[in-house]
């Protein structure tokens, strides 16, 4: 069961009002096996409509989590019974898919084990991002109102995001829900192989991570193994997940994520014996500075490889300056009227998503996982592709999931700001009302 209510959390030293899902932050960390069915009870005892979108899945679209697309999001005092099998094991989260609800408490980790795992590993741990500011500065709708009342602020920006890094700094950033001043200590020992699995389920922040004293040699990127690579450290767009496997060391290490051309940090303690002093939030970390992952560095494990391509269509990300806030586009449309991509079942086609803004665009699709092609020997399988600004990036979607599905931008602000299309096939656009009952 999810049960969704306004409530109050530590977050660490500090409690806030937030909406959470049983009173948790992160929610419930949901654990499976593919080939199993997830059923969870969505009771909504928030003041206002919701959905449970499970990000990455491979879902009938009945239970994808997309309010007007194909449910209606469930009001307040209703339940609504979310039943899938799901197919590939993975990393993914979960989150509510109305207006600016993730941003609050409203997130938790879905962990789909493999019933044949290849990776051999000693311990694995779960390390949820988020940028963090309900219950602290307003609420995330008042950010959002600032953002679409005020000039954005000039000095958040990233050469590594290729400009302006987000929207609004964030008073807090966590790691599983916890500030920098109370971390969250994953324990070990020392020579054990560790499986970390970090999700980004912050709204505006990217992410870069570490682990000091540390490579990391990455094995999965948003659920779908990769051939494995090593780096210092990677960047993480918000939607996106990777899973990296290392050897840990005697003593107490930073697991640190700083918030990308934001001057915060979330941060965790890894350890592997007693007496190891606990490092200091603060500290430098060698490592953010060193070898980042790129995703020509990444590669599908051939298994995952998908056809090639029938048709290339583009996809332009665009951006209109208004006085009541920007309009994020995706082929000159808003998401009240949104571009759509009409592809045929079983078909695979190339989006090009060519960034013609001065920002980067963390962008999602719903239903399935494409392949970015960063060469013609392939690249990684991901759902979420971070595209920098004035750059181009080929996907290639295999369509074999019809539906209408949401192809929209991470970027929390700019989803509100219109920054939402569809991609659709096999049937007709539906608005059922699902199994709504209460
Ligand atoms: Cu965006």
Redesign the pocket.
């Known amino acids: 069961m999810l049960w969704a209510r306004p409530t109050t959390v530590s977050l660490g030293r500090r409690t806030v009002s937030t909406w959470a899902y049983d009173d948790l932050l992160p929610g419930p960390t949901i654990r499976t096996t593919a080939g199993d069915t997830v059923r969870a009870r969505l009771v909504n005892d928030l003041p206002a409509p919701t959905t449970v979108h499970w990000h990455g899945i491979r879902i009938a679209p009945e239970m994808d989590g997309s309010p007007g697309f194909s449910q209606r999001a469930t009001p307040p005092g209703k339940t609504f019974d979310y039943v899938f099998t799901v197919p590939d094991p993975g990393t993914y989260f979960y989150h509510s898919h109305v207006g600016m609800q993730s941003d609050r408490g409203l997130y938790g980790a879905l962990i789909v084990e493999d019933p044949h795992e290849p990776l051999g590993y000693d311990h694995e741990f779960t390390v949820v991002l988020d940028d963090w500011l309900d219950g602290v500065n307003g609420t995330p709708d008042d950010a959002l109102r600032r953002v679409n009342t005020t000039m954005h602020d000039e000095s958040l920006t990233s050469p590594a995001l290729g400009g302006t890094s987000g929207h609004v700094r964030y008073p807090y950033y966590l790691v599983n829900g916890r500030t920098t001043d109370d971390p969250m200590t994953f324990t070990s020992r020392p020579g054990a192989r560790a499986r970390f699995r970090v999700i980004n389920a912050a709204a505006d922040t990217a992410f870069r991570v570490a682990l000091g004293g540390h490579r990391m040699t990455v094995t999965h990127t948003d659920g779908f193994p990769c051939e494995p690579v090593t780096v210092d450290t990677f960047l993480i767009g918000m939607g996106e997940r990777y899973d990296f496997v290392t050897t840990l060391d005697a003593g107490a290490f930073p697991l640190m994520a700083t918030a990308e051309g934001k001057r915060g940090r979330a941060f965790a303690v890894v350890r592997t014996t007693h007496g190891a002093r606990t490092p200091s939030p603060d500290g430098k970390v060698p490592e953010l500075q060193r070898q980042m992952l790129k995703y020509q560095d990444l590669q599908a494990e051939r298994a995952d490889q998908l056809p090639p391509p029938s048709r290339t269509v583009t996809v332009t ?1 665009g951006l209109r300056m208004r006085r009541g806030g920007n309009q ?1 586009m995706m082929n000159g449309r808003l998401a009240n009227d949104p571009m759509r991509l009409r592809v045929d079942r079983g078909e695979t086609i190339r989006i090009v998503l060519h960034n013609d ?1 001065h ?5 999602h699709l719903h239903g399935h996982t494409f392949q970015v092609r960063t060469s013609d020997r392939g690249g990684p399988r991901k759902d979420t592709v971070n595209v920098m600004p004035r750059k181009r990036v080929n996907i290639d979607v295999h369509a074999d999931n019809p539906g209408e599905w949401m192809f929209h ?3 929390l ?3 509100e700001q219109g ?1 939402m299309g569809i991609l659709g096939y096999g049937k007709p656009p539906q608005h059922k009302h699902g199994m709504a009952h209460g």
């Open positions: 990300l994020w803004t920002m980067w665009h963390p962008m931008c991470h970027t602000i700019h989803q920054m």
